[in-house]
């Protein structure tokens, strides 16, 4: 079993519309919790971080489930721009120095 | 300016061939990694270096060694090429002083393809 696992879609959804993906981790010790996103043939770089309360970054909502073991990422109102890979991520230390990542659920906003 | 750098970008080579890919941060972190990905897959660890003198296997350090020449630079080494190594590697820095939550900034990529 994948220690973080991922729905790899693909996803396509209208613009403006509402998308929500999921992610499961199996190692119960994982302490730090982020979304990366990556557009094709880049670099993953950091979209936010999760944290136990649930947080929001604009149309960008995160949510953290440690008793089911899972993590999502809502997007509201969805942009052309957000077409990318969303790459789920997990770490079991505080100080995030080794991550482990899912890979990747791949998303596409059609006009 | 860029602030993680990998050269080469992309190269071919054949199996058997020594290949060194290097990257250089500016961005002042102590911490340095080296992943590979494959298509369906995350990326995956394959070294790591929190500083000059620490360096750490990762999940698929076997077939690949690493150096790290200084702060701001760490170089990823095939000894011996071997097609399923054919993937793309990033690199990856951190920085280890300001406690949690500590984001990893990642190069460019370099496509290495082994035939």
């Known amino acids: 079993r994948k220690e973080v696992e991922q729905d790899p879609g693909p996803f396509n959804v209208p613009e403006g519309a509402t998308v929500a993906f999921n992610c499961t981790y199996s190692?119960?010790?994982?302490?730090?919790f982020f979304w990366y996103r990556q557009d094709c043939r880049k670099e993953p770089k950091l979209l936010m971080s999760?944290?136990?309360s649930g947080n929001e970054d604009g149309r960008f909502t995160a949510q953290l489930n440690r008793a089911s073991q899972y993590i999502s990422l809502l997007i509201r109102d969805s942009k052309l721009s957000d077409s990318a890979t969303y790459l789920c991520?997990?770490?079991?230390?505080?100080?995030?120095?080794?991550?482990?990542f899912g890979q990747g659920t791949r998303l596409t906003i059609n006009p | 300016d860029a602030d993680v750098t990998q050269t080469p970008r992309n190269r071919i080579t054949k199996t058997g061939k020594r290949i060194m890919l290097e990257c250089s941060q500016t961005?002042?972190?102590?911490?340095m990694y080296w992943y590979r990905q494959d298509p369906g897959l995350g990326l995956q660890l394959i070294y790591y270096?929190?500083?000059?003198?620490?360096?750490n296997k990762g999940e698929i350090s076997d077939g690949y060694s690493v150096s790290r020449q200084a702060q701001a630079k760490f170089s990823l080494s095939l000894e011996s090429a071997i097609p399923n190594q054919t993937a793309l590697y990033f690199c990856?820095?951190?920085?280890?002083?300001?406690?949690?939550?500590?984001?990893?900034?990642f190069g460019p990529g370099t496509r290495l393809t082994v035939l």
């Open positions: 190692n119960s010790a994982s302490q730090s």
């Open positions: 270096s929190f500083d000059v003198k620490d360096i």
């Open positions: 990856a820095t951190s920085d280890g002083t300001s406690g949690t939550y500590n984001e990893q900034f």
């Open positions: 999760v944290y136990s």
């Open positions: 991520v997990v770490s079991k230390s505080q100080g995030a120095q080794k991550l482990v």
């Open positions: 961005k002042g972190h102590d911490r």
